[in-house]
T-cell receptor, first 116, second 116 residues
């Protein structure tokens, strides 16, 4: 398996622009998570999905952030409009609850977002 | 709410030495999982070791072992015979065992430098 795939790996944009981050989870995994990592706040869970349905979006910082999962193999995290304080590394992770025991989350390589 | 605390922001040790990373957590749950994740400079999050709270035996994975003290809510990671490739950020993490809440709570991390 190719693992969790994220695109783009790096994104530089100007304040006010719309940013869309993409994630393809591991095939067969039924949970998908979006995290944000910054030096100040560490690794924060933004939202997660189970079987394409958002379960908990309490970590989404503002209405400028939205996430969708139209099917089991694709999810997007959108920021509109973007602000400099959104600069961070955004990770996507997936897991397979059906496997039981460990519920290990497999992380993608992350997208480094810079908002100028 | 669960919290995870890593009291050592940064550590440095000589190659081949043994190093212990500290982690404490707070929860009212009885059944849960604990994890150590490694994030090397490549940014990829990699699961190092996991522990189920109901297991008294400490988990071991090659050079990595944990000291799980449930009553003290302590979960330290020991790296034996440290190698240059162990240089990374290490995150301690907690997850409830039951229910639909599949969120992982991460600590702020400990940056570990292995010196040649």
């Amino acid at each position: 398996d190719a693992g969790v795939i994220q695109s783009p790996r790096h994104e530089v944009t100007e304040m006010g622009q719309e940013v869309t981050l993409r994630c393809k989870p591991i095939s067969g995994h039924d949970y998908l998570f979006w995290y944000r990592q910054t030096m100040m706040r560490g690794l924060e869970l933004l939202i997660y999905f189970n079987n394409n349905v958002p379960i908990d979006d309490s970590g989404m910082p503002e209405d400028r952030f939205s996430a969708k999962m139209p099917n089991a193999s694709f999810s997007t995290l959108k920021i509109q409009p973007s602000e400099p304080r959104d600069s961070a590394v955004y990770f996507c992770a997936s897991s397979d609850i059906k496997r039981g025991a460990y519920n290990e989350q497999f992380f993608g390589p992350g997208t480094r977002l810079t908002v100028l | 709410a669960q919290t995870v605390t890593q009291s050592q922001p940064e550590m440095s040790v000589q190659e081949a030495e043994t190093v212990t990373l500290s982690c404490t957590y707070d929860t009212s749950e009885n059944n849960y999982y604990l994890f150590w994740y490694k994030q090397p400079p490549s940014r990829q999050m990699i699961l190092v070791i996991r522990q189920e709270a109901y297991k008294q035996q400490n988990a071991t994975e090659n050079r990595f072992s944990v000291n799980f003290q449930k009553a003290a809510k302590s979960f330290s990671l020991k790296i034996s015979d440290s190698q240059l490739g162990d240089t990374a950020m290490y995150f301690c993490a907690f997850m409830k065992h039951e229910g639909r809440d599949d969120k992982i709570i991460f600590g702020k991390g400990t940056r570990l430098h292995i010196l040649p």
